[in-house]
């Protein structure tokens, strides 16, 4: 097992003391890097560049050579899962990802089978695989995936969505279905989480993307039962040393108390919740993550600094954050932007141990 050089991100998802706050940006290997579309171009498209576990590592790591990042993060997608399912996954110009064969009636609920992470997505623990072995300790490596709520409005609107009616029209009228789905979902997002961190996956995280289009009774029912289930049925230590799991549900702020009582480790937060009140409802259980609107990388250099420590700020003193958007950077955000809000959450950071210390 080779030694950590940087091990901040590990730390403050365990409350311990950092001289900084650690940062990594979701989405962070992506279109805004110049370097990532000419990988993208040179694999043909962005399934072959996902599959092909040489072009993942290349790009897994093209941030970390850009910006002073404390974590890398998997490139993959979190529609694998149901991709290798047999689903037929492809991606529309304009339009996103989209199913073959989405999930909408008896018989196609009844032929949906997890998939075996060391058979159809054996290309994920390979580039996991490379991927730790490329960053040779250099900083810790996350893995992820969909949640089993947010992969199933995929798998049964065939796609995304603005109103989320079909999968909304099968939650109440056969929820038989639909839990059938979700246990299905939970089981694949378990083992392949679990394969992974076998892999050498240091921390994961749970994107529950779509868990906030739920009303609070349909959260519980439909989206956490089912996220707790997989955080219960994690790998928590691997290499000699504790994998922490974070859980991000995208416009879940009013859930936060629930979110934090299901084992996981660290919370995602997305821009729409003071980072201050949210720290104050949950701090003391769980490490939080975030929450910089992606959009202020659109603004210049000092209103992105200043912006910045707002959200330090917010946070107050103290260990147990990890600084990162609220959702995933824009195609469109400029990379000196970034650099600009890596170096100020830094040195802004590092400023307030010694002015404010905990």
Not at 6 to 20: E, G, H, M, V, W
Not at 82 to 91: E, S, T
Not at 291 to 297: F, I
Request: hydrophobic share 40%; with cysteine.
């Amino acid at each position: 097992m080779t030694p950590l050089e940087n091990d901040t991100f590990l730390r403050a998802l365990a409350r311990q003391p950092t001289d900084y706050t650690p940062i990594w940006l979701m989405r962070q290997a992506g279109r805004y890097l110049p370097e990532y579309n000419a990988t993208r171009k040179k694999a043909g498209s962005f399934l072959a560049l996902a599959k092909n576990p040489a072009y993942a590592t290349e790009v897994t790591l093209q941030p970390l050579s850009r910006f002073k990042l404390d974590a890398a993060i998997l490139f993959s997608d979190i529609l694998t899962v149901p991709d290798a399912m047999g689903l037929g996954l492809y991606f529309a110009e304009g339009e996103g990802p989209r199913f073959e064969r989405p999930v909408r009636d008896e018989s196609a609920v009844r032929a949906l089978v997890a998939p075996d992470p060391d058979g159809e997505l054996r290309y994920v623990t390979d580039a996991v695989r490379e991927i730790r072995k490329a960053l040779a300790g250099r900083v810790p490596l996350i893995g992820f995936s969909g949640s089993p709520y947010t992969l199933a409005c995929y798998m049964v609107e065939g796609g995304g969505s603005d109103d989320f009616r079909t999968v909304k029209s099968m939650l109440y009228s056969r929820p038989d279905l639909m839990h059938r789905i979700l246990e299905i979902n939970a089981q694949a997002v378990t083992t392949y989480l679990n394969a992974q961190i076998r892999a050498g996956a240091q921390a994961v995280m749970i994107f529950d993307t779509w868990g906030g289009n739920l009303t609070t009774a349909g959260y519980e029912e439909f989206a956490l039962a089912y996220s707790r289930r997989v955080i219960a049925g994690l790998v928590k230590e691997n290499e000699g040393r504790k994998v922490p799991c974070i859980l991000f549900t995208k416009g879940g702020g009013q859930w936060l108390e629930v979110m934090a009582a299901t084992g996981c480790d660290a919370l995602g937060i997305d821009w729409s919740t003071d980072l201050g009140a949210a720290r104050a409802r949950v701090g003391a259980q769980v490490a939080l993550q975030g929450n910089l609107d992606p959009a202020v990388l659109f603004a210049p250099p000092d209103k992105i600094r200043a912006e910045a420590r707002r959200v330090l700020d917010a946070f107050g003193p103290g260990s147990g954050h990890v600084f990162n958007l609220g959702h995933g950077i824009s195609q469109f955000s400029p990379p000196e932007s970034v650099a600009a809000l890596t170096d100020e959450v830094h040195t802004y950071s590092m400023q307030l141990r010694t002015t404010r210390p905990a």
